[in-house]
């Protein structure tokens, strides 16, 4: 028993570990996703025109069987040739000269969204990740202080 629990603690511990890496780096899962999340709570609001539209491609859909989305291009006073934004949209709702409300990165203006709360994730599903990397070494410590050594 003492030996799985080891094993379960050095599972852990480098799950939190990577965890931490990924928290603190530019490129991890998490980290993108916050730092989305800060674009749309602290961003700068405004409009921009549609020039182009497409559809997803499939490697950007998560299954087959889901619903058609289409990759959308804007362009603002600050980029005029058109920024493609990394949002799936859903099909058929944007046209060629549409204006839209947009939100952009403080300091990079070339991270663009369309702003569709809707179509973000809330901040549970954001802020999740943290909360279950900060408890799984308490849960661990609770789980290996209740073990028993006598049989």
Do not use: C, N
Not at 43 to 54: N, S
Not at 79 to 104: F, R
């Amino acid at each position: 028993m003492l030996v799985l629990t080891s094993i379960g603690a050095i599972v852990v511990f480098f799950a939190v570990l990577t965890f931490v890496g990924d928290v603190g780096s530019k490129g991890g899962p998490f980290a993108w996703r916050i730092s989305r999340h800060r674009v749309f709570t602290r961003g700068l609001r405004g409009t921009a025109v549609v020039i182009g539209v497409r559809r997803a491609a499939l490697y950007q859909r998560k299954a087959l069987l889901e619903s058609p989305a289409d990759v959308v291009t804007l362009a603002t006073a600050a980029v005029p040739h058109g920024i493609e934004t990394s949002q799936k949209l859903p099909a058929g709702q944007y046209v060629v000269g549409q204006t839209v409300e947009v939100v952009q990165h403080l300091r990079d203006r070339y991270r663009l969204f369309v702003d569709r709360p809707d179509l973000e994730p809330s901040p549970l599903v954001v802020y999740g990740p943290l909360a279950a990397g900060a408890m799984a070494p308490v849960i661990l410590l609770r789980a290996a202080t209740r073990l028993s050594l006598t049989p």
